[in-house]
C-alpha cells in the first residue's frame, strides 16, 4: 500500500486553513500550511489558480496530492471546493459530516447542529491529549468544546470572536477606531487605543478563565485546556487556565479523521 500525501481543507467563516501531510512509514509531517480569506463569490477556476499558486510557491505540485480531506461552516462553498478537488486531483474530497467515522459520541441534544470544526477539535484534542479536556477556538466565534474523560463529545460555548467584538464597536461607536490586539502598558488605558487594547486581551483572557472555571465545576473533573485559533499564543500568554497551545489542531485533527475513515485496501 503507497503512502498518501493528504491535502486537509477547512472552511471557516473568515478564513480557509489548507495544510499538506507526507506520509513516510506510517507517520504523517505537516509539510506545508497556508491560510486564505473566505470569499463565498470565488468560482472554483479562481480557487483553483490560487490554489496551484500556493503549491508552485512552495516547489510542489498539485499532482502530489492522493487524498483530500475537506470540513466547512460556511455550506455554499462546498460545491466550489468539491469541483476544485475534482479539476486538480481528480476526485472529490471526503467531506467531515454525517456518517463519517469519528470514534467520538456526541452527546448534544441534536448532533447536526454542532459545526464540523467543533468536532474536528475535539477529536484533534482528546486524540493527541486524552480527556477530560476543552478546545478553545479563537476564530470568528470562540468557542468551548468538552470532551469527557472517555473520550465523548458533551457540548460547548459560543461567544463571539474578538475580531467580531472590535469590528461592532467600531461600527457602532462613531469615536472608537481598530487597534491591533497588543499587550497594552497597562491595565488602566490612557489612551483610547490602550483602553481598547486592554478590554480585549484582558477582557477575553479573562473571560476564557472565568468559564473554564465554570466547565470544570460542571463537569466535577480538572479538564486540561487547550487553545488554537489566530489568536490563541496571544490570550494563553495572558490566561491561568490554557495549558497547551496548539496552532494546527484542526488541521491535525482532520489528517486524525482521515486515518480513521481510511480504507484498508487504499494505495
Known amino acids: 500500500m503507497s503512502e498518501p500525501t493528504l491535502l486537509v481543507i477547512d472552511v471557516g467563516n473568515t478564513n480557509v486553513s489548507l495544510g499538506v501531510y ?3 512509514g506510517g507517520e504523517a509531517r505537516l509539510a506545508q500550511h497556508w491560510r486564505l480569506s473566505t470569499h463565498r463569490e470565488q468560482t472554483s477556476d479562481e480557487v483553483a489558480i490560487s490554489l496551484s499558486a500556493l503549491f508552485a510557491s512552495e516547489g510542489r505540485s498539485t499532482e502530489e ?6 470540513s466547512s461552516v460556511v455550506p455554499p462553498v462546498v460545491p466550489i471546493w468539491e469541483r476544485v478537488s475534482s479539476k486538480l486531483f481528480g476526485q472529490p474530497p471526503q467531506i467531515v459530516g454525517p456518517g463519517m467515522r469519528t470514534g467520538m459520541p456526541v452527546r448534544y441534544e441534536n448532533p447536526h447542529e454542532v459545526g464540523a470544526d467543533r468536532i474536528v477539535n475535539a477529536v484533534a484534542a482528546f486524540e493527541i491529549y486524552g480527556g477530560p479536556i476543552i478546545a478553545v477556538d479563537f476564530g470568528t466565534a470562540t468557542t468551548f468544546d ?18 467580531i467584538s472590535m469590528e461592532a464597536l467600531f461600527e457602532r461607536a462613531s469615536k472608537l477606531h481598530r487597534v491591533e490586539i497588543a499587550r497594552p502598558r497597562s491595565v488602566i488605558g490612557r489612551t483610547t487605543t490602550g483602553a481598547l487594547q486592554s478590554g480585549l486581551l484582558y477582557g477575553y483572557a479573562g473571560m476564557v478563565d472565568s468559564m473554564v472555571v465554570r466547565i470544570r465545576q460542571e463537569l466535577g473533573e480538572a479538564a486540561t485546556v487547550v487553545a488554537t485559533g489566530g489568536l ?3 490570550i494563553a500568554s495572558e490566561s491561568d487556565e ?3 497551545v496548539a496552532p ?3 488541521l491535525d485533527g482532520l489528517r486524525i479523521l482521515f486515518e480513521k475513515n481510511r480504507s484498508p485496501n487504499a494505495g
Do not use: M
Open 22 to 24: 507526507d506520509y513516510a
Open 65 to 70: 496530492i492522493s487524498d483530500v480531506i475537506l
Open 146 to 163: 468538552c470532551i469527557s474523560e472517555r473520550g465523548e463529545y458533551l457540548g460547548g460555548v459560543i461567544c463571539p470572536g474578538i475580531h
Open 232 to 234: 490563541a499564543r496571544r
Open 242 to 244: 490554557i495549558r497547551e
Open 248 to 250: 494546527f489542531l484542526t
